[in-house]
């Protein structure tokens, strides 16, 4: 029978998954419901926890989509990270970027409470990754980095049907360059502030020679981040457009600044 798929933002029903002790036909009514209902929505696998039974049983595609029962899964070997792009039936339009391993060994029963175990590769070692995950009442979003936490919560809460490398974050690690461009200004507007006070000719050329240092080191980092600026663009593709005229225009400012700090540098403490 098919089952409805429990999806967000509908919490999973259980914690953790009670491992099979009886193998009868309560089991195997279980899996072929699962079966069914991977069919019918066209899913590479399917945990019993996705419609709301507690025992720990995932049914899986292999290689040829022959749907491969697994009850009481156990992952016992893993090499070869990888990081992929995935999606679950549990946050359907979703994706994001999710560190797994691409080789894995993997013990478990069959329906006849027979132990086995199995190799497996590429998208299937993925899937069947996923799936346990289901048992332990996770989501991929528990294996995400804090960073592509972040990314993943924003677009469930936009309700945007975007791939990883389509969402736009709202702050850019180029924001730092930018911070330390405004801190280096800043500093820099002291001594024309204190050139006011003072008087004395060799420490004026000091200040002078401070700010001629200074103006280097802020037009190094404004060219930085406008290099940076438009890796970041790359990364993000759907920032690309959207950006490059904030970043030029964040430059010109950032310049613009410069020059008048100059301007009021040269008036007011160069001696000569």
Known sequence: MVKEIIQYPTPLSVKYATDVRIFDEELFSLIDDLKDTIKENNLDGLAAFQIGNYFNVIVVKDDNGELIEMINPRLIAHSDKVTTEEKTAYYPNHSAKIQRYNKISVVYQDRNGKDCSMQATGKMAIVIQ?????????????????????????????????????YCPTTFKRDYVLKGINIALIVMLLPVIASFFVDNTQLLEKMWNYQLYGSFVVMGMTIGYFFYGQYEGKIYTSCTSCQIGNIIGTCVIALIKLTLIMIASYFFINPS
């Open 130 to 166: 996923r799936k346990i995950d289901y048992t332990f009442g996770a989501t991929f979003i528990q294996k995400m980095s804090k960073e592509e936490k972040e990314k993943f919560e924003a677009q469930l809460e936009g309700g945007i049907d975007v791939g990883y490398d389509e």
